[in-house]
């Protein structure tokens, strides 16, 4: 069953709510790093962030940006998560240029994108292997298709099973090549956030609740997972 759930009564409510989650994860400390997910929900949410009165209470100057997964397109294409991205919050923002970590799609091939993401990730990190007691992001928002997966991790594909590598080429799951990071990556997280919203994605919760099995349902942080969702996600109506 899943634990450390949060019910808000509308997308609008959920987008607020989540706002508040992610400023107070990352207001302590020093550096911060946060992984982006793509998707309307998450939109919302980087929409209310660039904005008053949240925006004068992200730390921007602390925070890098990343993303779980990303379609192998141009970053102006109308389907990039980054290109999203940079519309609803990074190019409205006081965001520091040196603080965003797109996937580089303009490289060859997806395996060379996936790469080249790998290595953004260790050089950030400081370290070439993942240490349980070092989260690689404080805080990483996914989403949660009605098939089950997340990030790019669909039903059946062989990284679902990778152990090592921290990004992959998903090639064949959608008509479109992705990069996705793979669960060691995903789960180096302080806090992993499923944001859900709509009752179409009833049925896949209940799938997760009966313990079948489904890429989302294999992410297990090394810190904790919450589950933030409105109303008709959870009630189905």
């Avoid at 987008?15 to 508040?20: R, S, V």
């Avoid at 039903?155 to 990778?162: F, I, K, R």
């Avoid at 709509?198 to 049925?203: D, L, S």
């Amino acid at each position: 069953m899943r634990e450390n759930v949060t019910i808000a009564e509308n997308p609008e409510r959920l987008a607020e709510q989540a706002a508040e989650f992610l400023i107070e994860a990352v207001s302590t400390g020093g550096r911060r790093s946060v992984c982006l997910s793509g998707g309307s929900t998450p939109k919302r949410l980087y929409e209310l962030l660039a904005s008053p009165p949240y925006r004068d209470r992200v730390p921007w100057d602390r925070v890098h940006w990343f993303w779980g997964d990303e379609r192998f397109v141009p970053p102006d294409h109308p389907d990039s998560n980054y290109g999203m991205t940079r519309r609803a919050m990074l190019a409205v923002a006081p965001v520091p240029p040196g603080h965003v970590h797109p996937v580089p799609t303009t490289l060859g091939t997806p395996e060379e994108a996936a790469a080249a993401y790998e290595r953004t990730l260790k050089d950030y990190y400081g370290r070439a292997e993942l240490d349980p007691g070092q989260p690689l992001f404080d805080v990483t928002l996914l989403g949660l298709g009605e098939d089950g997966h997340t990030a790019s991790l669909f039903p059946g594909v062989a990284a679902l099973d990778e152990k090592e590598s921290w990004t992959a080429a998903i090639i064949g799951a959608k008509p479109e090549p992705r990069i996705s990071l793979t669960l060691p990556a995903l789960d180096s997280s302080r806090h992993v956030v499923f944001l859900v919203a709509g009752k179409a994605k009833f049925p896949v919760l209940q799938r997760l609740d009966q313990g079948e099995d489904l890429p989302a349902g294999r992410v297990r942080p090394i810190g904790t997972l919450h589950w933030m969702m409105d109303r008709s996600a959870e009630t189905g109506s």
